[in-house]
Nanobody, 129 residues
């Protein structure tokens, strides 16, 4: 299992943008990647997911059109670009990885939290005026 580490969080005003990065200690290319958000007082939820080969992506409804998940397997990093940030986007963001055991599944997405095998420590994003 690789280790994942998030960076790029912080405090921004509503309407501004922020990019989170998820750096892997080894090859990230064999992992499906998900970004989770845990807002204050709420359950952790998957906000964006990407297949190992980057061919498929998915988003929770309230971030569609605003957030973009991407990956650069050559650099062992995944990103979450967050535009038009809203106060309700505030929370701790986690990067998670699900190892792909065969190349035939490189284009599959993972949406269940229990299937993600490795997790970053989380990073705070605060959107406030």
């Amino acid at each position: 299992q690789v280790r994942l580490a998030e960076s790029g969080g912080g405090l921004v005003q509503p309407g501004e943008s922020l990019t989170l990065s998820c750096v892997a200690s080894g090859s990230i290319s064999i992992y499906r990647v998900g970004w989770y958000r845990q807002a204050p007082g709420k359950q952790r939820e998957l906000v964006a997911a990407i297949s190992a080969d980057g061919s498929r992506v998915d988003y929770v409804d309230d971030v569609k059109g605003r957030f973009t998940i991407s990956r650069d397997n050559a650099k062992d990093v995944a990103h979450l670009r967050m535009n038009e940030l809203k106060p309700e986007d505030t929370g701790v963001y986690y990067c998670a990885g699900d190892k792909v055991l065969h190349p035939r599944f490189n284009n599959y997405l993972t949406r269940a939290d229990y299937e993600y095998e490795t997790w970053g420590q989380g990073i705070q994003v605060t959107v406030s005026s």
